[in-house]
């Protein structure tokens, strides 16, 4: 299996999809990487799998082989998956922030948005600014909510969670990292450029209705 990546449009490099059984066993795996490989790159997408590679070869350093990588929608997926932390070469870019201010939870700026949120948007976290953050809108009895999603967040699990209070959430909606067509949540894969993400939440009948972006980022300071 010959898989050539093309760094201008991650999304769309050589793959495999099928809905029926996958079998690669004692197959051989090429992978050729022109420029700087995005942080996940799919090899294959499949119903069943049986075996795994026999011989691969060019796979790019710092990239684990996963046979059941979960995109948001499945994990009957073959990715190569990498090791350097996105949320850490983010923060090279803003050498201003140190110490314990690196941190996701952190608010370096002081705007009341996270440092991980400010990853996950694609915003700058060192001038304060309300530009770039989700808005939410009501349609046709539903609550439209919409915000952009950086390529580089693909990496983590990023969730739109909804209540009625501040104080549970127990409607929880998984963003894909996929194109995904909605209702409830809509994912336009722009490759290398911030998603766009749509998530449909119906009001009903509810007085109110309160929604927030959570996403766990593993740091180390």
């Known amino acids: 299996l010959d898989i ?23 197959t051989t795996l090429n992978v050729t990487v022109t420029g700087t490989a995005p942080s996940v790159i799919v090899l294959a997408t499949y119903g069943s799998l049986t ?13 684990n082989l ?22 850490v070469s983010w923060l090279a870019t803003y050498p201003a922030i140190t110490g314990a ?7 370096f700026d002081g705007d009341g948005i996270a440092n991980g949120l400010e990853f996950i948007f694609g915003t700058n976290p060192t001038t304060p600014t309300a530009s770039g953050l989700p808005v939410a809108t009501v ?38 990292t996929v194109t995904t067509a909605g209702p409830p949540v809509t994912v336009v894969n722009n490759g290398a450029a911030p998603d766009d993400i749509t998530v449909t939440i119906p009001l009903n009948a509810d007085p ?4 927030r972006v959570n996403s766990t980022i593993p740091f180390t300071p």
Not at 69 to 85: F, K, M, Q, W
Not at 159 to 168: A, F, K, N
Not at 208 to 211: K, L, S
């Open 101 to 107: 201010n690196r941190s996701p939870e952190a608010d």
């Open 139 to 176: 349609s046709g009895g539903n609550l439209i909510y919409t915000f952009k999603r950086s390529a580089a967040s693909r990496a983590y699990t990023v969730t739109v969670e909804h209540g009625t209070s501040l104080q549970t959430w127990p409607g929880q909606i998984v963003v894909p």
């Open 208 to 211: 109110r209705r309160f929604v």
């Open 51 to 63: 075996g795994t590679f026999g011989t691969t070869t060019g796979i790019p350093s710092g990239y």
């Open 4 to 26: 050539e990546v093309n760094s201008a449009a991650p999304a769309i490099n050589d793959r495999i999809v099928t809905t029926g059984n996958l079998n690669i066993t004692g």
């Open 66 to 87: 996963v046979y059941n990588y979960n995109n948001g929608v499945t994990s009957n997926n073959i990715a190569l998956v990498g090791t350097v932390d996105p949320y």
